[in-house]
T-cell receptor, first 111, second 115 residues
Framework: GQQVMQIPQYQHVQEGEDFTTYCNSS?????IQWYKQRPGGHPVFLIQ?????EVKKQKRLTFQFGEAKKNSSLHITATQTTDVGTYFC???????????FGTGTKLQVIP | NAGVMQNPRHLVRRRGQEARLRCSPM?????VYWYRQLPEEGLKFMVY????????ESGMPKERFSAEFPKEGPSILRIQQVVRGDSAAYFC?????????????FGEGSRLTVL
């Protein structure tokens, strides 16, 4: 079945440094979504990318969908302590019915 | 518009007992997903339901686990004869659209502890 891997699994950064997480799917995706889960919390939707090569920005966050629609990245500029959490990518699978989540990247920001 | 409501938030069961987890989707949402999350791990898909129908249950263990989403009332995830390995956070998510085309709205989760 489809696998969605993310790297790195963990990342510690100093506050103010940049952070990037990468998402790779074993199959082509019709779209990709990104979610953030704060410690002890639930996943919260950040964004959805649909087009090949698409780039979207949300303040300090930049999301990119690969040309082949099999990979994606999330880049955070000048991290803040409020960015702490686990970032998941997610994509459709199983005949586009279910949503499969990536393995996640846990971000720790050191003040 | 209230968000996705899950209850109980915390549930403690002894081995062999039954656990019932409930999920009320957002108003107007007829698509419900259940995910399991072990500590420090990712979200593992369990089942996707629409009203009165199971669309995809490929992530559900074959035994002891069942899910339903009746015409009236919340979606229920039922775990019979719980074992310690069932201890996890169970998240429900709802969507107004079919399939994986749009945002999933998550509840705050039900955290099951099996003693």
């Amino acid at each position: 079945g489809q696998q969605v891997m993310q790297i790195p699994q963990y990342q510690h950064v100093q506050e103010g440094e940049d952070f990037t997480t990468y998402c790779n799917s074993s199959t082509t995706l019709s779209n990709i979504q990104w979610y953030k889960q704060r410690p002890g919390g639930h996943p919260v939707f950040l964004i959805q990318l649909v087009k090949s090569g698409e780039v979207k920005k949300q303040k300090r966050l930049t999301f990119q969908f690969g040309e082949a629609k099999k990979n994606s990245s999330l880049h955070i500029t000048a991290t803040q302590t409020t960015d702490v959490g686990t970032y998941f990518c997610a994509g459709p699978s199983g005949g586009y019915q279910k949503v499969t989540f990536g393995t996640g990247t846990k971000l720790q920001v050191i003040p | 518009n209230a968000g996705v409501m899950q209850n109980p938030r915390h549930l403690v069961r002894r081995r062999g007992q039954e656990a019932r987890l409930r999920c009320s989707p957002m108003k107007g949402h007829s698509h419900v997903y259940w995910y399991r999350q072990l500590p420090e791990e990712g979200l593992k898909f369990m089942v996707y339901l629409q009203k009165e129908n199971i669309i995809d249950e490929s992530g559900m263990p074959k035994e002891r686990f069942s899910a339903e989403f009746p015409k009236e009332g919340p979606s229920i995830l039922r775990i019979q004869q719980v074992v310690r390995g069932d201890s996890a956070a169970y998240f429900c998510a709802s969507s107004p659209r079919q399939g994986a085309d749009g945002e999933l709205f998550f509840g705050e989760g039900s955290r099951l502890t099996v003693l």
